[in-house]
């Protein structure tokens, strides 16, 4: 059964850096890995993607420049590397890994349980 387990979340201040860490497991195959964020009473939107096998990333505007989304797929790990954060990065972020479980037929989307980030002064 896929299972997931996030960590790195917390709080800093403005300016400071994170790394953000989540360790799937269950999958057969992964096809990608991204991180995505809510902040209260927003949506949830995406932060960032990576893809498993060509490692191509992309990036939302307002984290270019500052975020990095790397994998390590012996691990079956995707991280978050974020920099000169602002109070605005202020949110739960979540990952959403696609892939495929044994016995499935076709690739299905999971989501972790969340690690807070909270940047203020």
């Known amino acids: 059964q896929v299972q997931f387990v996030e960590s790195g979340g917390g709080l800093v201040q403005p300016g400071g850096s994170l790394r953000l860490s989540c360790a799937a497991s269950g999958f057969t195959i992964i096809t990608f890995m991204s991180w995505h964020r809510q902040a209260p009473g927003k949506e949830r939107e995406l932060v960032a993607t990576?893809?498993?096998?060509?490692?191509?990333?992309n990036y939302t505007d307002s984290v270019k420049g500052r975020f990095t989304i790397s994998r390590d797929n012996t691990k079956d790990t995707v991280y978050l590397q974020m920099n000169s954060l602002k109070p605005d990065d202020t949110a739960v972020y979540y990952c959403?890994?696609?892939?495929?479980?044994?016995?499935?037929?076709?690739?299905?989307?999971?989501w972790g349980q969340g690690t807070q980030v909270t940047v203020s002064s």
């Open positions: 959403k890994v696609g892939g495929f479980v044994s016995g499935g037929q076709f690739p299905r989307i999971y």
């Open positions: 990576i893809a498993s096998a060509t490692g191509s990333t």
